[in-house]
């Protein structure tokens, strides 16, 4: 009689609260090819369009072995926001380049996780062409999120980039731990991660060796947060350039960069703006203990940005910096002057501290140099601060 009884509940409990079951889809089962030969992008996308599909959380394998992939766009909105995509091999891009611009891109999706695997984008003869100055196209992005939601991207390598790694833009969310980014230091426009009209975005415990930016924002970067990030050969981590083009800009605001090692850069933290009346705003940033380490320019405000003096000669920035904090950065710079503030005439920077910094050029205390900064030093400064 128990037992009956028992069964009866279970029934009744099934019929009530039906367990949600998770569909798993392997994009060997819809006709790919770990032979790095075959294109498998259809079988890629077809394995996309049945998870997307379902109603339950659903996740796609991507087993071992080398899949070419000619370029794919995985789009949503997909009926249900858990997608998890595993990748235990390496997607390549064909060889040579062409005319796309964005590789993968994932867009329009909420609910995206993806882990592991081995993105190369096979840039070799794409740089070959730019630093012969041929005429090039423009290059692809080998991974973009674009417009999409609550994404997280864990555990990742992303090597050789025809141009930037990847791109975040106009999406909210966004999380990126454990990536590994590399390209050759004369690889160009090859950065790590351009973030762009997005707002949280996180990235943690990540490295990035390229040939520009291992970090760059743009217009429209809010409430970002770096920590944990080792960057170098590249040109640093970066707010700008902005202020370039023919429209005012969204602003950049409420940035934080902590725990950082910068090593053999171009630059360190840099913001850097045109010097161009287009007006937009960068404030609230915090850069937190910093380590550099060779670096060319470790602490950079530069708003008279006019690369080869075409279209802003005797142009002011309009772009208004304010409230930037600089907080134990130490470690040692190439060149004799560490820190240079050079700032717009008619949008003087404001707010700008600075806190316990030690930088030191060949053993001996480095330089400084101000123009139109406002703000204060506490603590030990070194140099000694020309605010």
Sequence with gaps: MAVATN??????????????????YNVIN?????????????????????ACA???????????????????????????????????????????Y???????????????????????????????CKLARRSCPQGATTLRIGQSKNVLISGMRLVNSEMFHMVIFASNGVTVQGMSITAPENSPNTDGIHIQQSSGVTIQSSTMRTGDDCISMGAG????????????????????????????????????????????TQNGVRIKTWGKPNSGFVKDVKFEHVTMQNVQNPMVIDQNYCPGNVNCPNQNSGIKISQVWYTDVKGSSATPVAVKFDCSPSNPCNGIKLQDIK??????????????????????????SCI
């Excluded at 032979?35 to 996308?45: E, I, M």
């Excluded at 964005?102 to 794409?126: C, E, M, P």
């Excluded at 930088?359 to 204060?376: D, E, H, I, M, R």
Aim: glycine share 12%.
């Design 359 to 384: 930088l030191t050029y060949q053993n001996k205390p480095a330089k400084s140099f101000c123009k139109n900064v406002k703000g204060s030093a506490s603590g030990l400064v070194i140099p000694q």
């Design 98 to 128: 062409s005319s796309m611009t964005d590789w993968i891109t994932f867009k329009y999706v909420q609910g995206l996780s993806i882990f592991g695997g081995t993105l190369d984008g096979r840039g070799q003869a794409f740089w070959a």
């Design 54 to 96: 379902s109603k339950n959380p659903a996740s796609i394998t991507i087993p071992s072995g080398n899949f070419l992939v000619s370029q794919a766009l995985f789009k949503g909105p997909c009926n249900n926001a858990a997608m998890k995509i595993t990748i235990s091999g390496t997607i390549i891009a064909p060889s040579g």
């Design 30 to 50: 819809f006709g790919a090819k770990p032979d790095g030969r075959t294109d498998s992008a259809k079988a890629f996308l077809s394995a996309w369009t049945a």
């Design 221 to 264: 970067s809010t409430n970002v947060w770096l920590e944990r990030i080792t960057c170098g050969p590249g040109h640093g981590i970066s707010i700008g350039s902005l202020g370039g083009g023919t429209t005012d800009e969204e602003g950049v605001r409420n940035i934080t960069v902590r725990n950082a090692i910068i090593t053999g």
């Design 7 to 24: 069964l009866l509940l279970l029934t009744l409990l099934f019929a009530i609260s039906p367990i949600t079951m998770s569909a798993n």
